[in-house]
């Protein structure tokens, strides 16, 4: 058996080209209120 304790997290991470540059959105913990 694999006993792991491993916490799952899921990190959003989006690039946005927005007027000639580009914009990095991180969103830690996404998914945490489910």
């Known amino acids: 058996a694999n006993d ?3 916490e799952a997290r899921f990190d959003i991470i ?3 080209k ?3 540059k580009f914009e ?3 969103i830690e913990d996404a998914f945490y209120h489910f």
């Open 14 to 16: 989006s690039v946005h």
């Open 4 to 6: 792991l304790d491993v």
């Open 24 to 26: 990095i959105e991180h």
């Open 18 to 20: 927005n007027a000639g």
